[in-house]
C-alpha cells in the first residue's frame, strides 16, 4: 500500500508521503469566491494558493485552503475539540491527501493521530469517519490544476501524537536507529509537542522496544500552545485601541513582529507578544514539573516539537538540562505516522 501521513493540527495541516513529498499549510478554510478581479493587477494565482472543489455524496462546494482563505473574512480554523464532528476536518484532510497522491492509482494507506488526551475517547469514532470517506477533489490550483482526486483509504491507522514524534527523533524514515546512544539506551526519553491549541507530553522508556509510560503521558488542553499567544496578542491591542482583531489579523500582526498600522498610528505591541510567550511557556513547564514531579530529573533527553516549540524555544531552553529542538520539529508527528506505518506494515509481513 501507498502509505501517506497526514498531521491535522490546529494550526497547521502537515504530510508526507511515502516518496518524501510534503505539504503545508494552515489549518485555514473559506468558501471561494470569484478572483478574476485580481488580473488587473498581475498573475491571479500565486504559488502556494490552494483553491479546491469538494464534491461527497453528490454535494459539490469550492474552498480557499490555507493562506488563500486569508482573502476572506470567512475564513475560519478548526478548533472543535473533537475533530470528528468537523466538516472542516475532512476537507482539510482530502486537500491534504489530495496534494499527495501517486501518479497512478494504488491503495493507500493513511496514517495519522490525534492528541494523546483525546485518543481513547475518540480514535475508534475517528477511524470510522475516515474509513467512510469518498470524496472527489478537483484541484483548481497548483502543479494538479484541472485534474480531480479521489479521496478514499483501504487502510487507516490512527497513532498518539506527540508520542510518534519521539520515533522521528530516534529513528530513520525506514525505521532504524538514528539516535543508537538513546534508542535502547534503557533511559526515559520524553517528546513535547507544542501545538496551535493543545501540547501533548509522551515519554517512553527505551528498552528492547519504545515502551509508553502513561504515567508521565497527557495533554495539555487549557490556554497553551499557539493559540494563547494569539489570544494575549489580541489582548494587548485591544488595550491600545479598543479594537480586538480577529485571529487572522493577529496572525499578520505577529508575523510583521507585532508593529501595525491602525487609525493613523503604528501600534507596537511587540513587548506583550514577548511577554505572551513567557506566559505560555511558563504554564507549559509549570504544568509539566507538576504531573512528573521527582521523575523530571530521571529523564535522558526532552524533544521540543511542533510549531510552538520554535515559537517558545528562548522561553523553554532552561527547562531541562538536556534538551533539543529539531530542525524538523513542525513535522516530527507526520514524519513519525509515516515510520509507525511502515513498522507496522513490515511487522505484519513477518
Given amino acids: 500500500m501507498f502509505k501517506i501521513a497526514v498531521d491535522i493540527g490546529y494550526g497547521y495541516v502537515k504530510g508526507i508521503n511515502e516518496n518524501g513529498e510534503r505539504v503545508l499549510f494552515r489549518s485555514l478554510i473559506s468558501p471561494a469566491h470569484d478572483r478574476s478581479i485580481m488580473r488587473l493587477f498581475g498573475p491571479d494565482e500565486g504559488e502556494n494558493d490552494i483553491h479546491v472543489r469538494v464534491e461527497e455524496r ?55 493521530g490525534l492528541p494523546f ?29 484541472g485534474q480531480v482526486s479521489t479521496i478514499k483509504f483501504d487502510k487507516v491507522t490512527v497513532f498518539i501524537q506527540g ?34 491549541r493543545t501540547v501533548d507530553v509522551v515519554t517512553f522508556h527505551a528498552v528492547d522496544k519504545l515502551k509508553l509510560m502513561w504515567d508521565m503521558s497527557f495533554t495539555i488542553d ?4 499557539g493559540m494563547q499567544i494569539r489570544t ?33 498610528r503604528e501600534i507596537d505591541i511587540s513587548s506583550d507578544l514577548r511577554k505572551a ?27 521540543f516539537c511542533g510549531g510552538g516549540a520554535l515559537e517558545l524555544k528562548e522561553y523553554l531552553e ?13 513535522f516530527a508527528d507526520a514524519i513519525g505516522y509515516l515510520i509507525l506505518g511502515r513498522i507496522q506494515e513490515q511487522t505484519r509481513k513477518v
Wanted: charged content about 25%; proline content about 5%.
Fill in 58 to 112: 453528490g454535494k459539490a462546494e469550492e474552498y480557499f485552503v490555507g493562506d488563500l482563505a486569508l482573502e476572506s473574512r470567512m475564513a475560519m480554523y478548526a478548533f472543535d475539540r473533537n475533530k470528528i464532528n468537523e466538516p472542516e476536518t475532512k476537507i482539510l484532510l482530502a486537500t491534504a491527501v489530495g496534494e499527495l497522491l501517486p501518479p497512478d492509482p494504488q491503495p493507500i494507506h493513511l496514517i495519522t
Fill in 117 to 145: 488526551g483525546h485518543f481513547k475517547e475518540q480514535k475508534d469514532a475517528f477511524e470510522d469517519m475516515l474509513n467512510k470517506i469518498n470524496i472527489n477533489l478537483k484541484h483548481l490550483t497548483g502543479k494538479k490544476k
Fill in 163 to 196: 508520542g510518534a514524534s519521539v520515533y522521528a527523533n530516534l529513528l530513520n524514515t525506514g525505521g532504524f536507529p538514528k539516535r543508537p546512544e538513546l534508542f535502547r539506551s534503557g533511559e526515559l526519553i520524553s517528546a513535547v509537542n507544542i501545538g496551535f
Fill in 222 to 225: 487549557a490556554s497553551v500552545g
Fill in 232 to 264: 494575549l496578542a489580541q489582548d494587548a491591542f485591544f488595550e491600545k485601541t479598543g479594537h480586538r482583531p480577529n485571529i487572522v489579523i493577529i496572525e499578520d500582526i505577529i508575523k510583521k513582529g507585532g508593529r501595525q498600522y491602525f487609525a493613523g
Fill in 277 to 303: 510567550k513567557e506566559t505560555v511557556a511558563s504554564t507549559i513547564k509549570r504544568h509539566i514539573t507538576s504531573m512528573w514531579g521527582e521523575k523530571k530529573e530521571f529523564v535522558r533527553t526532552i524533544f
Fill in 318 to 330: 532552561d527547562f531541562h538540562p538536556n534538551v533539543e529542538f529539531p530542525r524538523d520539529g513542525q
